[in-house]
């Protein structure tokens, strides 16, 4: 909702720009904090931190704005929130060696099939092009990039398990590749923003960018990133609930449905064992 306002005046990358610009300046002061205590991380971390940004921030939001403006919401729900538990506990097992079980495999279903349920009825698509194709690419980028991401990030802070620093430095090397990207639009939309909008923009960085990741690596930090990113199931189903108390849209049956199986799905893969 509340990109949605902005983007009526700016474009994406700018948006994601002045976004990670705000959150990197709320940020600076924790990096600064960290090396004057003598916590620097190595050459290999920083190269890491680095590949998180761009992961997490900089391509990851490109491909979010340009798969969802071709795609649409329908399909961006289930390719991304659908897809990336399942593609996190597939690099979780590659690359952490994380266990795989039945359990696990079950939540993950649920809240897929949870998700696709939510989802249906705006996967209706009348007329389809080729740049709806490049939409459904950019989103499976997306949600490999997050997965990739939330893996490599616990595997980063298993080693020296501080998510704040971790979130300093990625939202700082993410906003870094943005900049270059922002310029293959126009900065100067950004003096048409109205009071409002830079209200919307504030929120965004403060809550949801400095906030929103610094408890994900928290998260990250506590348990397995398959079990994290389960959670993120729910995202349509708070979107439903906040539809029904904001404006009193009543859900549809298949929402119930979708938005139980996602429930057991999530509490399934978290109750399951290492």
């Known amino acids: 909702m509340a990109a949605s306002v902005v983007l009526t005046t700016l474009p994406p990358v700018i948006l994601a720009a002045v976004r990670f610009l705000i959150a990197a300046a709320i940020y600076s002061p924790v990096i600064l904090w960290e090396y004057s205590r003598g916590n620097k991380p190595s050459r290999a971390d920083l190269k890491e931190l680095a590949a998180l940004g761009f992961l997490s921030i900089s391509i990851y939001f490109w491909l979010q704005y340009t798969g969802v403006a071709y795609a649409g919401a329908g399909v961006s729900a289930v390719l ?3 897809l990336i538990p399942v593609l996190t506990g597939l690099a979780g097992t590659v690359i952490l060696k994380e266990s795989f079980n039945m359990k696990k495999g079950l939540g993950i279903t649920l809240g897929l099939a949870g998700v696709v349920l939510i989802a249906l009825p705006k996967l209706l698509v009348s007329n389809v092009d080729w740049l709806f194709f490049v939409g459904v690419l950019c989103l499976l980028g ?13 595997r980063l802070m298993k080693r020296i398990g501080k998510p704040l620093m971790v979130t300093a430095y990625t939202t700082f090397f993410g906003m870094l ?3 270059p990207m922002s310029l293959t639009a126009s900065w100067g939309t950004v003096a048409a923003l109205s009071s409002s909008q830079w209200w919307s923009i504030l929120y965004l960085a403060v809550i949801c960018s400095s906030g929103g990741y610094l408890l994900w690596n928290y998260a990250l930090n506590k348990m397995e990133a398959v079990k994290a990113t389960t959670w993120l199931y729910l995202e349509p189903v708070a979107a439903f609930i906040g539809s029904f108390a904001l404006f009193g849209v009543i859900p549809l049956p298949l929402t119930i449905l979708g938005g139980a199986a996602i429930l057991i799905g999530a509490l399934l893969t978290s109750l399951s064992k290492q």
Do not use: P
């Open 80 to 82: 991304v929130t659908g």
């Open 142 to 154: 997306n949600a490999v990039c997050w997965s990739l991401y939330s893996t490599l990030s616990r």
């Open 177 to 179: 590749f943005l900049l």
